[in-house]
């Protein structure tokens, strides 16, 4: 269920008025927001993260390191369900298609790729482009969005996420994990993004994000 506090008036308003910078923005078409989504929800959706022993994905390999991730809607809690619901509803899409300028924009059911993340110490997110067409659907991802729920992150421990030139020779943006962020981005085989460095933040803390 959605809950009644997620203002989708307010949201497709602060949307449409971001969408020239959003287009003009480098190295590829972003946008950063604040206080989108009621706090209270966003605090209960990080709350209800597992233990990382707990989540159905783990990444080890060369570009992925010490992350961990779960896609599976019917083992989040409550809140993360309504966050999911919210942003995958009809009227959410519409806003981020008057932000992106792309029409007809669908959420993706099956979140591949997407539900929550969460990054250890030492984790890292090598520079790279995702994958564009869906492993299981005759569709083609579009945008990305990631929603940061780290409270009292501290910069020195790094986890900003970097957004790369076409050539992949410098960072030409970073955005900080901070709570309530959400970065979205227009996906395509040069929207190159990660971060690069091993985060350093306590054995008991994690870059989370939805």
Known sequence: M????????????????ASGEY???QPFPHGVFHDIFPSDLLRAAEQEFPDPSHM????????????FAEEDYSKFGPATRALVAAVSSGPFC??????????????D????????????TNGRLKIHADFNV??????????????????????????????WDSEM????????PDFGTVAIFTCSESSF??????????????????
């Not at 519409?94 to 959420?107: C, N, R």
Request: charged letters at 20%; a negative charge.
């Open 109 to 120: 059911p099956y979140l591949a790729g997407g539900g929550q993340h969460q990054t250890g």
């Open 134 to 163: 869906h492993p299981s659907l005759p569709l083609v991802r579009r945008l990305n969005m990631l929603i940061y729920l780290n409270e009292d992150w501290d910069p020195n421990w790094g986890g900003a996420l970097e957004l």
């Open 169 to 176: 020779t410098q960072a030409q943006a970073s955005i900080p």
């Open 2 to 17: 959605i809950r009644d506090d997620v203002d989708f008036t307010s949201i497709r308003a602060t949307f449409g008025a």
């Open 56 to 67: 159905a994905i783990s990444f080890k390999g060369d570009i992925e390191g010490g992350k």
């Open 23 to 25: 287009a003009n923005a």
């Open 193 to 210: 993004h990660g971060l690069p460095d091993a985060i350093t933040c306590p054995d008991n803390r994690f870059r989370r994000s939805l």
């Open 94 to 107: 519409a806003a981020l298609s008057d932000l992106s300028g792309i029409p007809g924009l669908l959420s």
